[in-house]
């Protein structure tokens, strides 16, 4: 693949602003040389290893490109052999052989690698080589493996090279405000442990530590350090990331899943502890009046307050789901202290994002309940009298035999937050659970 | 046209060189078997040509083999070959084993004598590597043992300005395939007269086949002895055409034609 000489410098009479292009072409140009070992070599200077990552394009069909070779190879020059070469390939140079010689040798290696390096971004077979070069096949696969090993054909770079990160600028290590780590080999985003290295600046995802899958040849993976990114602290809900939230709630109701993918920013336990953590009104957006009437401070008469409660807390009680309305009918129930108690710890236990949280919440649930069932005592407030006397019925709903024959008894809370923590301890069961 | 109205541009010195030797040493001299090119002992580089068709795959291959290469190069360069080809698996127990036929072929010859006396022969070229097309006949001489078909191959690349650089391997390989029989067929020479089926005039006639030339007659007895005649120059030039793609899949598409005909007959043949 013999490439004609440069062009010749165009004439005066051509386009100006063509001209320094075409010249700078023309100098920067790669040539092959020639397959005759006798015919010299074009004056172009090698590439060097320290490339600069610039790309001159220009309207001739010559471009010229950047090649990286590595530091190690660094001895590499068109017209001499090194020391290295000697030392590896000696069959060339102990003049044993007539067709392994010095001058063979050259012609191999300049051969094989102006043929890779006319298409740098494939992978260079050894057999395209041999069929190009005039020679014995051993004698080619000997140069090939060196120049293969020694990355001056065939070798891509990592992508945390140092020279590649000024040019490549986009695919190194990502590092964002939210904290995430994107693996730099295979792009996925690493949530829950990464695996670095200082040696060459790279975060490799699990999948990709265990497959081995380091780009450069020199690492091992004792270089690897593990990450856990669960201790990484996660910055504060937004407003905004909070309304999002919110507005896929009240689409997609308890798909959490289709919720988290619309909030896009955090996983799905980050969506469902905020959820839980929100107060109570936000959760609700029904009618005007309701909201209107739950705003105020209980300003109403009680009745209304109790209404209203009462129309608040069915949908709640009435829910399909049988745990709900246990929990609705025990938050009914229950003294609003104990419930407060009780909501409070299992938020503050959710906090905790510990594994354990639901069997904590499930146990305090369950204290909880065998602390009514001790004191047999009606847990109307105000009311506490023995029950003792009063049939089981009564004893295990610690209703006194009055106030059972009301309908569901709603308490008037004492603070609109002992509802709110109960209902977001009632949600945290029903999802966590 | 130099080249062709010359005896050959490669033969002509060392064919003097050989004459004063030669008339210096009087006798023939029978050596052991070997490729009639430069190399030092011990080594040899033999051609290797490999045309195999397994599941509907096509691989034909040549290139120059060093004999003395280890024989576990055979099957890792087989393996290498199927991986960059592509090819399905079963070709590397083909390759390999075709390669180390050829090579034990080459290697039964050893030892054994072969008559190289001075001989010009015509070696031919007739080949088609991609989209180039060679054809060229020109005169090598056999008792050089200095000749190097490489750098003959190399130069004639670049004379004509072939741009493939596939063209110059395939050329160096068809050369040493052509001088490899000529020595094979100069050892089964030999024996033939030590049988004694021809004696010793008939020996020394007969001189390992039809190849040699009687270079007087060859040239024409007019003038200088070198120069060629007119009408044969056309011959003896070399001829390098470059193909389009659809010529070349016209002559692809004649030779598997050709390639089945001969396959019907060979197999009626077998039948009949």
Same mark, same amino acid.
């Given at each position: 693949?013999?490439?004609?000489?440069?062009?010749?410098?165009?004439?005066?009479?051509?386009?100006?602003?063509?001209?320094?292009?075409?010249?700078?072409?023309?100098?920067?140009?790669?040539?092959?040389?020639?397959?005759?070992?006798?015919?010299?070599?074009?004056?172009?200077?090698?590439?060097?290893?320290?490339?600069?990552?610039?790309?001159?394009?220009?309207?001739?069909?010559?471009?010229?490109?950047?090649?990286?070779?590595?530091?190690?190879?660094?001895?590499?020059?068109?017209?001499?052999?090194?020391?290295?070469?000697?030392?590896?390939?000696?069959?060339?140079?102990?003049?044993?052989?007539?067709?392994?010689?010095?001058?063979?040798?050259?012609?191999?290696?300049?051969?094989?690698?102006?043929?890779?390096?006319?298409?740098?971004?494939?992978?260079?077979?050894?057999?395209?080589?041999?069929?190009?070069?005039?020679?014995?096949?051993?004698?080619?696969?000997?140069?090939?493996?060196?120049?293969?090993?020694?990355?001056?054909?065939?070798?891509?770079?990592?992508?945390?090279?140092?020279?590649?990160?000024?040019?490549?600028?986009?695919?190194?290590?990502?590092?964002?405000?939210?904290?995430?780590?994107?693996?730099?080999?295979?792009?996925?985003?690493?949530?829950?442990?990464?695996?670095?290295?200082?040696?060459?600046?790279?975060?490799?995802?699990?999948?990709?530590?265990?497959?081995?899958?380091?780009?450069?040849?020199?690492?091992?993976?004792?270089?690897?350090?593990?990450?856990?990114?669960?201790?990484?602290?996660?910055?504060?809900?937004?407003?905004?990331?909070?309304?999002?939230?919110?507005?896929?709630?009240?689409?997609?109701?308890?798909?959490?899943?289709?919720?988290?993918?619309?909030?896009?920013?955090?996983?799905?336990?980050?969506?469902?502890?905020?959820?839980?953590?929100?107060?109570?009104?936000?959760?609700?957006?029904?009618?005007?009046?309701?909201?209107?009437?739950?705003?105020?401070?209980?300003?109403?008469?009680?009745?209304?307050?109790?209404?209203?409660?009462?129309?608040?807390?069915?949908?709640?009680?009435?829910?399909?789901?049988?745990?709900?309305?246990?929990?609705?009918?025990?938050?009914?129930?229950?003294?609003?202290?104990?419930?407060?108690?009780?909501?409070?710890?299992?938020?503050?236990?959710?906090?905790?994002?510990?594994?354990?949280?639901?069997?904590?919440?499930?146990?305090?649930?369950?204290?909880?309940?065998?602390?009514?069932?001790?004191?047999?005592?009606?847990?109307?407030?105000?009311?506490?009298?023995?029950?003792?006397?009063?049939?089981?019925?009564?004893?295990?709903?610690?209703?006194?035999?009055?106030?059972?024959?009301?309908?569901?008894?709603?308490?008037?809370?004492?603070?609109?937050?002992?509802?709110?923590?109960?209902?977001?301890?009632?949600?945290?069961?029903?999802?966590?659970? | 046209?130099?080249?062709?109205?010359?005896?050959?541009?490669? !033969?002509?010195?060392?064919?003097?060189?050989?004459?004063?030797?030669?008339?210096?040493?009087?006798?023939?001299?029978?050596?052991?078997?070997?490729?009639?090119?430069?190399?030092?002992?011990?080594?040899?580089?033999?051609?290797?040509?490999?045309?195999?068709?397994?599941?509907?795959?096509?691989?034909?291959?040549?290139?120059?083999?060093?004999?003395?290469?280890?024989?576990?190069?055979?099957?890792?360069?087989?393996?290498?070959?199927?991986?960059?080809?592509?090819?399905?698996?079963?070709?590397?127990?083909?390759?390999?084993?075709?390669?180390?036929?050829?090579?034990?072929?080459?290697?039964?010859?050893?030892?054994?004598?072969?008559?190289?006396?001075?001989?010009?022969?015509?070696?031919?070229?007739?080949?088609?590597?991609?989209?180039?097309?060679?054809?060229?006949?020109?005169?090598?001489?056999?008792?050089?043992?200095?000749?190097?078909?490489?750098?003959?191959?190399?130069?004639?690349?670049?004379?004509?300005?072939?741009?493939?650089?596939?063209?110059?391997?395939?050329?160096?390989?068809?050369?040493?395939?052509?001088?490899?029989?000529?020595?094979?067929?100069?050892?089964?020479?030999?024996?033939?007269?030590?049988?004694?089926?021809? !004696?010793?005039?008939?020996?020394?006639?007969?001189?390992?086949?039809?190849?040699?030339?009687?270079?007087?007659?060859?040239?024409?007895?007019?003038?200088?002895?070198?120069?060629?005649?007119?009408?044969?120059?056309?011959?003896? !030039?070399?001829?390098?055409?470059?193909?389009?793609?659809?010529?070349? !899949?016209?002559?692809?598409?004649?030779?598997?034609?050709?390639?089945?005909?001969?396959?019907?007959?060979?197999?009626?043949?077998?039948?009949?």
């Amino acid at each position: 693949m013999a490439d004609p000489s440069p062009q010749p410098p165009p004439s005066a009479s051509t386009q100006s602003p063509l001209q320094p292009l075409q010249q700078l072409a023309a100098l920067t140009e790669l040539e092959t040389p020639s397959v005759a070992p006798s015919v010299s070599k074009p004056d172009t200077p090698g590439p060097t290893a320290t490339a600069t990552p610039e790309l001159i394009s220009a309207p001739s069909p010559a471009i010229s490109y950047t090649v990286i070779v590595p530091s190690f190879s660094a001895w590499f020059s068109w017209d001499e052999i090194h020391d290295t070469e000697r030392r590896l390939l000696p069959e060339f140079f102990d003049g044993k052989s007539t067709f392994r010689n010095p001058s063979s040798y050259k012609y191999l290696r300049n051969a094989i690698i102006s043929k890779f390096r006319s298409q740098p971004t494939s992978k260079l077979s050894y057999t395209e080589a041999r069929r190009g070069l005039v020679g014995d096949v051993g004698s080619v696969r000997k140069v090939f493996d060196f120049l293969e090993e020694w990355g001056l054909i065939n070798y891509t770079p990592p992508k945390k090279g140092k020279e590649e990160t000024e040019a490549r600028g986009a695919l190194g290590k990502k590092d964002d405000s939210s904290g995430k780590r994107i693996c730099t080999s295979c792009g996925a985003g690493c949530s829950l442990q990464c695996f670095t290295t200082a040696k060459a600046n790279m975060t490799l995802c699990a999948k990709c530590f265990v497959k081995s899958n380091y780009q450069r040849p020199g690492l091992s993976s004792a270089d690897f350090k593990r990450v856990d990114l669960l201790e990484e602290p996660r910055p504060d809900w937004t407003d905004k990331e909070t309304l999002h939230l919110l507005e896929a709630i009240l689409h997609y109701g308890e798909d959490w899943k289709k919720v988290t993918e619309y909030v896009a920013s955090r996983p799905v336990k980050d969506c469902i502890a905020r959820f839980v953590k929100l107060p109570f009104g936000e959760q609700f957006i029904g009618p005007k009046e309701e909201h209107n009437g739950y705003t105020e401070q209980g300003g109403d008469d009680t009745d209304e307050n109790e209404s209203i409660k009462r129309r608040r807390l069915s949908p709640l009680a009435d829910a399909s789901n049988p745990i709900m309305a246990q929990v609705a009918f025990l938050s009914a129930i229950v003294g609003p202290h104990v419930a407060e108690t009780a909501a409070q710890a299992a938020v503050s236990a959710l906090s905790n994002l510990g594994a354990n949280e639901a069997t904590d919440l499930t146990t305090e649930t369950n204290e909880e309940h065998e602390k009514l069932y001790s004191t047999p005592c009606c847990s109307v407030d105000g009311c506490g009298s023995d029950l003792s006397n009063c049939r089981d019925y009564h004893r295990r709903h610690k209703v006194c035999e009055a106030h059972s024959k009301a309908s569901i008894v709603l308490e008037e809370a004492k603070n609109r937050g002992s509802v709110n923590n109960v209902a977001g301890f009632i949600c945290c069961l029903s999802l966590m659970g | 046209m130099k080249s062709s109205s010359l005896a050959g541009a490669i !033969g002509a010195s060392s064919r003097e060189r050989e004459r004063a030797s030669a008339s210096a040493s009087a006798s023939v001299s029978s050596i052991k078997f070997r490729m009639p090119t430069k190399e030092k002992e011990k080594e040899s580089l033999i051609p290797i040509h490999l045309d195999l068709d397994l599941d509907a795959h096509r691989y034909k291959d040549a290139f120059t083999w060093n004999l003395h290469d280890p024989d576990s190069l055979v099957l890792s360069f087989a393996k290498r070959t199927v991986k960059d080809l592509k090819l399905p698996p079963t070709f590397v127990s083909h390759i390999s084993q075709s390669i180390q036929h050829q090579l034990a072929e080459f290697r039964s010859f050893g030892g054994q004598d072969m008559f190289i006396h001075e001989k010009i022969v015509p070696l031919k070229l007739d080949l088609r590597v991609n989209n180039t097309v060679v054809r060229d006949t020109f005169l090598w001489d056999i008792s050089n043992f200095e000749s190097d078909p490489e750098e003959f191959a190399v130069t004639l690349c670049n004379d004509l300005d072939v741009a493939d650089p596939e063209v110059a391997p395939a050329i160096a390989v068809a050369i040493r395939e052509q001088l490899y029989e000529i020595a094979t067929q100069s050892v089964s020479a030999v024996k033939e007269a030590k049988l004694g089926k021809k !004696g010793r005039r008939g020996y020394e006639l007969s001189k390992g086949g039809n190849n040699a030339l009687d270079v007087s007659r060859y040239f024409g007895s007019k003038g200088s002895g070198v120069i060629r005649k007119r009408k044969d120059w056309y011959m003896n !030039g070399p001829t390098v055409d470059v193909l389009t793609n659809e010529e070349v !899949g016209t002559l692809e598409e004649l030779n598997s034609r050709f390639r089945r005909k001969l396959d019907e007959k060979e197999d009626s043949f077998l039948q009949g």
